[in-house]
């Protein structure tokens, strides 16, 4: 008990980190993913058929095929197949290579989402609006746009929450984010070794980031709930 | 002279002729009723006077503006068709009220938009804003929803949403109303309210069109009467008339069912 009392500060400490990367590569594949995710959404609402398809066979395989796989082949396939490695070493590369595929695979997810929010209101809202002398852009803003996010709030909180754990996938590629950290303590790392606890811990840090998104989400929800 | 006149109106939706050369005309003040089985072409009909959709041939004429010309596709730019849009109103079977404002401001939200558009706007705001939550208190209060104001449409019965809906509607004063069957998706005991402010609209010489199949009420409230079947105008006329000695037997046949 005294030997692990020793050992939290250090612990803690690389724990601190590798949750700091983590929440990095959530922050930035949120910032990417929600508006690529809505321009796939009008992609494949396009009725320009060619471009529906291909945008349509594209959220298809990204959405059928592991995130796993994805980040490996984004991040091996410059420098192995085209010998041009574009992520270059280091953390900071494989940070971007992460970034990239979890940016493309959320934003095929979320391009559904959207398309489902989107198709959801009802096309009287839109007619009432044109009869009452109102712009499509106006119609957008003013009516439809609010009824939209109501709608796309409750799934896009099981992508986001889904997301914080997907997170850990990036370990593949060796992304020194919180698992990787908390892994480290097991095979040996400041002198440590053969420590389970830590994963605990690290297990603790998503649980507790979890529950802060799920409130917030919750209060976001609820915030909609004067209207149907 | 008419107020409103519409000439060999067509409209054909993939190969099913909708409407077929249907001319009507209606006079300022005056309540027409458009009666039919589904699918006659009633809805249709009002949806081309509304812009909503758009003839394959025909002319649209208010006031002896012409508004709409199969045969001159020019002015038909988005811009255009708001301005023109704006001598009609409509007020549709399922409300389409907006979920997210309250009665009152489902019955502002279109006026505030116009006049924000307004060169003079920036220097009258408040003033404009007074007189447009002016009118859409009393519109309320006319539909008997003095209590209702801030009410969000899922707090209100039918019948309560659907005089919104009306007084909605009114507020950007069109030349002419039409109602798409304001009380088909009404509880029988919810329709008389609805039918009641329409009635006092005709009392206040409102120029509506209302497609109905409240038969009994076309006859009450409308100065003229049109049956329409098949996408044609079968029979037209008097209330009096088309209700009590139909000439058609198209007509005789239909008005049996009621």
């Given at each position: 008990m005294s030997l692990i009392l020793e050992q939290m500060p250090v612990v803690i400490g690389a724990l601190n980190t590798g949750f700091l990367q983590t929440l990095k590569l959530f922050l930035v594949t949120l910032l990417g993913a929600f508006p690529l995710g809505l321009v796939i959404a009008f992609g494949s609402m396009s009725a320009f058929r060619p471009l529906s398809l291909v945008t349509k066979l594209v959220v298809w395989v990204v959405r059928g095929t592991p995130l796993m796989i994805q980040l490996l082949i984004i991040y091996y396939f410059p420098g192995l197949v085209l010998d041009n490695p574009i992520w270059g070493g280091g953390e900071a590369g494989r940070f971007l290579a992460a970034s990239t595929a979890f940016i493309i695979n959320y934003a095929c997810y979320f391009s559904e989402i959207y398309r489902g929010g989107i198709q959801g209101v009802p096309a009287g809202q839109e007619e009432a609006g044109l009869v009452l002398g109102m712009t499509k852009s106006q119609i957008f803003w003013r009516v439809k746009l609010l009824q939209m996010i109501k709608r796309i709030v409750p799934p896009m909180s099981n992508e986001i929450i889904t997301l914080v754990k997907d997170t850990a996938l990036a370990r593949i590629i060796a992304l020194q984010e919180i698992i990787f950290a908390g892994q480290s303590f097991l095979k040996g790392s400041h002198g440590i070794s053969g420590a389970i606890w830590p994963l605990f811990f690290t297990a603790f840090y998503y649980l507790v980031f979890n529950g802060v998104l799920t409130l917030l989400l919750g209060q976001l929800e609820k915030k909609l709930d004067y209207f149907r | 002279m008419a107020i409103l006149e519409a000439e060999n109106i067509c409209k054909t939706f993939g190969r099913t002729d909708?409407?077929?050369s249907i001319d009507l005309s209606l006079e300022k003040g005056q309540v027409l009723s458009v009666i039919g089985s589904s699918g006659s072409g009633k809805t249709t009909l009002l949806r081309c006077l509304n812009f909503l959709e758009r003839p394959d041939k025909g002319v649209i004429r208010v006031n002896g503006e012409t508004l709409f010309d199969a045969e001159d596709p020019s002015g038909l730019s988005e811009a255009a068709i708001r301005r023109k849009r704006l001598h009609f109103g409509l007020v549709f079977q399922s409300f389409?009220?907006?979920?997210?404002?309250t009665a009152m401001e489902n019955v502002m939200l279109a006026r505030k938009l116009l006049a924000a558009e307004q060169p003079d706007f920036k220097t009258r705001k408040k003033e404009i804003l007074g007189e447009i939550e002016e009118q859409a208190k009393k519109l309320l209060d006319q539909m008997g929803l003095t209590n209702r104001r801030d009410n969000y449409p899922h707090q209100l019965s039918g019948g309560q949403c659907q005089r919104v809906a009306i007084a909605r509607a009114l507020a950007l004063q069109p030349d002419i109303l039409c109602f798409d069957e304001p009380t088909s998706a009404l509880d029988p005991e919810l329709t008389g309210e609805v039918l009641k402010v329409i009635k006092e609209l005709a009392d206040q010489n409102m120029t509506m069109i209302i497609v109905t199949h409240e038969m009994s009420f076309a006859r009450d409230v409308a100065d003229h009467v049109i049956f329409m079947d098949d996408g044609v105008i079968v029979e037209q006329g008097d209330p009096r008339e088309v209700f009590g000695s139909p000439k058609e037997e198209r007509t005789r046949q239909f008005l049996l069912r009621y």
């Open positions: - | 909708v409407l077929k389409n009220l907006f979920p997210q404002y």
